[in-house]
């Protein structure tokens, strides 16, 4: 006899509180799990984790209720000498056959619980675009069409820059400026993973079982803008701010960190304000990446003399490395907010076209392959993962290499 229950497995809390709700297959003595769509709050369960939420009751009886549906014409005849798993095997491939319906919003918000904040709302902002086009929340991911997106994308890259107002404190469209276009290409490619992460999911194709057959991602050409804020300053420029005097404590203090996060091969904001203290070598592990990656994204950078006059400014008296930064901001998002508004001011005076802290990250790397530095050594230096290899896994990265090349770079300038 096969028998079916809905159960919540008390270790498989998610992060957001909630559990999913699975159902137990049992026959001949032995049981196994399948996964459902559903998922319960604390408030949905006893204390014993048994569900007691009525409309969640009735969906669990409404799956069951198709499982014993897909398992009646089995005769005895066909059962004898098959386990549970071929019977877990034989009630997917019957519900396959049945329409497969799945909140893309949904399946979105359960599954960016498991990234970083930073990476939630760069998720988060593309979700919320789309759904302002479709003026609701909701799409099934099999309605998800290639023109559906195309249109959303058009009326993305014609919206009017958005700018905070001081005087009303309200978010309003900016009159003089819009949005570069192609930057619908930035959400486009967040909500292809979110798309992809679910086929990877939902679909088994050793089994037959795509329940998420298209793909209407794949067939868009995507446009990346290139801002005139992250691009390669090239080394002209790149001197000339090496080489300014200003008496502003503030420009000269937004100008140092700019610097020090060049000559620290492209180190960002967020690795700058947390640095821990140190006098030869920066060891740190890069704060966007290291979450996601088996090396927890470590970082080492020999101090370069040429820096040490901008990191001495930096460093000024009290208990921070870089004192002088946190003096300047409370917070890493203020403190790049600030820089570069002192960059733009910096740009209007010496009538340079506008770029932002980013461009030392960038300015870097493009002077590095100029040099002739290799590809894989800059993805090292810049912290990439670069194009995966197996022998990775084995292989320390080449610190001495990073540094010639950080050498290299800083050896163009007169300091």
């Given at each position: 006899?096969?028998?079916?229950?809905?159960?919540?497995?008390?270790?498989?809390?998610?992060?957001?509180?909630?559990?999913?709700?699975?159902?137990?297959?049992?026959?001949?003595?032995?049981?196994?799990?399948?996964?459902?769509?559903?998922?319960?709050?604390?408030?949905?369960?006893?204390?014993?984790?048994?569900?007691?939420?009525?409309?969640?009751?009735?969906?669990?009886?409404?799956?069951?209720?198709?499982?014993?549906?897909?398992?009646?014409?089995?005769?005895?005849?066909?059962?004898?000498?098959?386990?549970?798993?071929?019977?877990?095997?034989?009630?997917?491939?019957?519900?396959?056959?049945?329409?497969?319906?799945?909140?893309?919003?949904?399946?979105?918000?359960?599954?960016?619980?498991?990234?970083?904040?930073?990476?939630?709302?760069?998720?988060?902002?593309?979700?919320?675009?789309?759904?302002?086009?479709?003026?609701?929340?909701?799409?099934?991911?099999?309605?998800?069409?290639?023109?559906?997106?195309?249109?959303?994308?058009?009326?993305?890259?014609?919206?009017?820059?958005?700018?905070?107002?001081?005087?009303?404190?309200?978010?309003?469209?900016?009159?003089?400026?819009?949005?570069?276009?192609?930057?619908?290409?930035?959400?486009?490619?967040?909500?292809?993973?979110?798309?992809?992460?679910?086929?990877?999911?939902?679909?088994?194709?050793?089994?037959?079982?795509?329940?998420?057959?298209?793909?209407?991602?794949?067939?868009?050409?995507?446009?990346?803008?290139?801002?005139?804020?992250?691009?390669?300053?090239?080394?002209?420029?790149?001197?000339?701010?090496?080489?300014?005097?200003?008496?502003?404590?503030?420009?000269?203090?937004?100008?140092?960190?700019?610097?020090?996060?060049?000559?620290?091969?492209?180190?960002?904001?967020?690795?700058?304000?947390?640095?821990?203290?140190?006098?030869?070598?920066?060891?740190?592990?890069?704060?966007?990446?290291?979450?996601?990656?088996?090396?927890?994204?470590?970082?080492?950078?020999?101090?370069?003399?040429?820096?040490?006059?901008?990191?001495?400014?930096?460093?000024?008296?009290?208990g921070w490395w870089l004192n002088e930064l946190h003096t300047f901001a409370s917070?890493?998002?203020?403190?790049?907010?600030?820089?570069?508004?002192?960059?733009?001011?910096?740009?209007?005076?010496?009538?340079?076209?506008?770029?932002?802290?980013?461009?030392?990250?960038?300015?870097?790397?493009?002077?590095?392959?100029?040099?002739?530095?290799?590809?894989?050594?800059?993805?090292?230096?810049?912290?990439?993962?670069?194009?995966?290899?197996?022998?990775?896994?084995?292989?320390?990265?080449?610190?001495?290499?990073?540094?010639?090349?950080?050498?290299?770079?800083?050896?163009?300038?007169?300091?």
């Open positions: 006899m096969i028998t079916f229950k809905a159960i919540i497995i008390p270790g498989n809390r998610r992060k957001d509180g909630t559990y999913p709700v699975n159902i137990r297959v049992t026959f001949k003595g032995k049981t196994r799990r399948l996964p459902t769509t559903l998922s319960v709050t604390q408030g949905d369960l006893t204390r014993t984790l048994k569900i007691k939420n009525a409309t969640i009751l009735n969906k669990t009886d409404a799956l069951i209720a198709q499982m014993r549906d897909s398992v009646k014409d089995i005769s005895p005849f066909d059962l004898e000498g098959q386990d549970v798993d071929w019977v877990v095997r034989h009630i997917k491939d019957s519900l396959s056959q049945e329409e497969f319906r799945l909140d893309f919003f949904e399946w979105s918000d359960r599954y960016i619980l498991t990234k970083s904040e930073s990476t939630r709302r760069a998720y988060t902002c593309a979700l919320n675009s789309f759904a302002r086009f479709l003026g609701e929340r909701r799409i099934d991911i099999n309605a998800i069409s290639r023109g559906i997106l195309l249109d959303w994308m058009d009326e993305v890259d014609n919206l009017p820059k958005m700018h905070y107002n001081r005087q009303t404190g309200a978010v309003e469209a900016s009159k003089a400026e819009k949005i570069p276009r192609g930057a619908s290409t930035r959400h486009l490619v967040k909500l292809e993973h979110l798309f992809n992460a679910a086929k990877d999911k939902y679909n088994d194709e050793d089994a037959g079982r795509i329940l998420i057959p298209r793909s209407p991602f794949s067939k868009i050409a995507k446009i990346y803008p290139v801002s005139n804020g992250q691009g390669n300053l090239g080394q002209d420029l790149m001197q000339r701010i090496i080489s300014w005097q200003t008496d502003s404590r503030v420009m000269r203090t937004a100008l140092d960190v700019f610097i020090v996060s060049f000559g620290l091969m492209g180190a960002n904001m967020a690795d700058l304000y947390y640095a821990k203290p140190f006098r030869e070598e920066w060891i740190y592990n890069r704060r966007k990446t290291s979450s996601r990656r088996q090396d927890r994204a470590e970082m080492r950078v020999r101090i370069p003399g040429q820096l040490r006059p901008y990191l001495e400014r930096l460093q000024g008296k009290g917070n890493k998002d203020f403190a790049t907010q600030r820089v570069n508004r002192c960059l733009k001011r910096w740009c209007e005076e010496n009538d340079v076209e506008p770029f932002t802290f980013y461009a030392a990250r960038h300015t870097w790397a493009s002077l590095a392959r100029k040099q002739g530095i290799d590809k894989s050594t800059i993805d090292d230096c810049l912290g990439h993962k670069g194009s995966f290899q197996v022998a990775d896994i084995y292989a320390e990265k080449a610190w001495d290499l990073m540094q010639e090349a950080n050498a290299k770079v800083l050896d163009l300038f007169t300091w």
